[in-house]
């Protein structure tokens, strides 16, 4: 398990964390929910009707130990939220490069030394290894001031940013480490870290992630940012 101030985990969810998250997974809604979506995605369900599931998940008590020390903050609300679903018998290409922190600020240009404001979390619905598209992520590149990342917020630069954020020469997978995170596990980590998942070496298998921003709850959201994603307190 890593622990750090840029990612913590993979950590084992409590009993009941495990049992709801596998009654997420396998619950025809969730499949309803994602089954109108072509990449297989489910943005903002927390304001849907998984949402009382999402609230109760989010209760687990080594989940909510682990975010409170993670940033010495007990206090969050979920900003916005995914699931992510490669459907059994198909391929996965896995997803660019990236850091989360573009979403933060309106205005404002990003700070990516603050650290707590803005958390990401991913919660294993299914196994993430090699076979379905294993997580991957740069250490070190939260501070990293070789680095160089365009910093405007989100809307105020060109889509492609979003992905592949370093702006000079870099070689991302020789720096890059991989994790694995077992079905009913999950990891925290600061959202300016520079992440992104492999392709998937099988078809067969299916791969199911729950995503969540969380920002601390006395944090204002503009409302331009927030576009139909309400705030929900945890
Ligand atoms: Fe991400």
Known sequence: MINNEEICGPIELSDSGKKLSRFISKNWRTKLLLSNWRGGT??????????KHLKELIKDPVLKDTLSNFTNNKKYKIWRSNIFYKRPGFPYKGINWHHDKHFQENDRDIDFREIGTHISLLIAISNIDKQTGIFRYIPGSVKSSEIKRNISPSHLKSKKDHFKPIIEDFDYDKNSKSLEIKDGNFIVFHSALIHGSA???SIEKGRMGIVLRLIKRDKKVSDKLLKGSPCLDI
């Open 42 to 51: 489910a943005a903002n369900w927390h304001s849907n009707f998984l949402g």
């Open 199 to 201: 392709a998937a070496t």
